[in-house]
């Protein structure tokens, strides 16, 4: 008989981790919550242990010949730090798994490490441990990092109700401008390596992208101001796809106004000059390591004057319809392309 052959690519992403996560089943008591969150949720007593992990590949992540090693160590650690951060959790430690090639020096691991160290330094996380093995070609660094919350205060994708407030933190797009300036500096610099890649005009956006923040400053802010978000995941893939998850986990529908979602000048200048539509690079662009959640309507008095926290529009009651309101005042459906890795 004939092996039947699918491609990964048929299923996309999301529906791998979906296949694999209905095929098992949680037997422990203290597993309270398994795949399908920013972090897995154990009960350890008291408290919530929250535990994520993220890989980093040479290729489909990063390409060496423009990101420093200290910034890629630093990255590592920040994503998985912003999983952390969108379970309303404080990181407390990491490890770190490194598969390395002979293009190595010690000096580049040396380089990465202190990329990781200062991650560490900044988000109060220790490095207790790891792995080390060759790789055949390119560096890979995958980080798990383990994290705590009081039970109360542990926030999942699903708790956001009708009629909550959608809330974003700082600004939208950025990363993913500032790798498209990178992208084309490098061909630039192929063809003519006499070339000076011009980069300080893009000084902000690029950082956005080679050394993200995850807001763990927001999460402190909310719990000094007594708000616990309903639901929150963060954005790595793109507003729009994350969106899609809250709304899916929680059986709501989305609506949000175009003009309320944060774009830097910078981001829109340089959308502009790329010919992406600005709203395009914050819906589906990815990588802003920003916080977005849901917030009981009784709790916006307690933030509404924060800063660096956007409202972006509201949850609804129909799951099937997600919408935003244009700046001309059109209702748009709302697409989650996200990244598609296979
Ligand atoms: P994030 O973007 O927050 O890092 P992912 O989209 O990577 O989240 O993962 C979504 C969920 O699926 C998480 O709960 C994660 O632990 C789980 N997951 C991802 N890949 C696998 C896998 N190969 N096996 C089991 N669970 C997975
Ligand atoms: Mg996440």
């Not at 089943?25 to 309270?32: K, T």
């Not at 919350?149 to 974003?168: H, M």
């Not at 719990?223 to 995941?233: C, D, F, L, W």
């Not at 916080?291 to 008095?301: A, C, G, H, K, R």
Request: contains cysteine.
């Amino acid at each position: 008989m004939e092996q039947k052959r699918t491609e990964i690519a048929h299923l996309g992403e999301f529906g791998l981790i979906e296949r694999i996560k209905n095929s098992f089943s949680l037997a422990n008591d203290s597993s309270h919550h398994g795949i399908g969150d920013d972090a897995a949720v154990i009960n350890i007593g008291q408290e919530n242990l929250l535990i994520s992990t993220d890989m980093l590949i040479e290729g489909p992540h990063f390409d060496l010949s423009y990101v420093p090693l200290q910034h890629l160590g630093y990255k590592a650690v920040a994503v998985n730090v912003s999983d952390i951060a969108a379970m309303n959790g404080i990181p407390q430690q990491i490890v770190v798994s490194l598969g390395l090639s002979n293009r190595f020096s010690l000096e580049a691991v040396d380089a990465l490490y202190e990329g990781i160290k200062a991650a560490c330094k900044n988000y109060k996380v220790d490095l207790v441990g790891g792995d080390t093995t060759s790789s055949p070609t390119g560096l890979v660094i995958s980080i798990t990092v383990i994290g705590r919350s009081e039970k109360p205060k542990t926030v999942l994708r699903s708790g956001a109700k009708v009629n909550d407030i959608i809330c974003v933190t700082g600004d939208l797009g950025a990363a993913f401008m500032g790798l498209q300036v990178l992208e084309r500096e490098k061909q630039v610099f192929k063809s003519n390596p006499e070339m000076q890649p011009d980069l300080e005009k893009y000084e902000y956006i690029i950082g956005r992208q080679l050394k993200p923040e995850a807001r763990m400053d927001i999460i402190f802010d909310l719990a000094e101001k007594n708000v616990v978000p309903t639901s929150m995941i963060d954005i790595s893939d793109g507003l729009a796809s994350e969106l899609f998850h809250l709304a899916k986990n929680s059986n709501t529908g989305i609506k949000i106004f175009e003009e309320k979602v944060p774009v830097d000048t910078m981001t829109y200048e340089t959308a502009i000059e790329f010919k992406i539509d600005p709203i395009t690079a914050a819906l589906n662009g990815g990588e802003d390591y920003e916080l977005l959640f849901t917030i009981n309507p009784s709790d916006f008095e307690k933030i509404k004057n924060h800063a660096d926290i956007h409202f972006i529009g509201h949850m609804h009651d129909n799951p099937k319809q997600h919408v935003m309101i244009s700046k001309q005042g059109t209702v748009v459906p709302l697409q989650a392309q996200g990244w598609k890795h296979f």
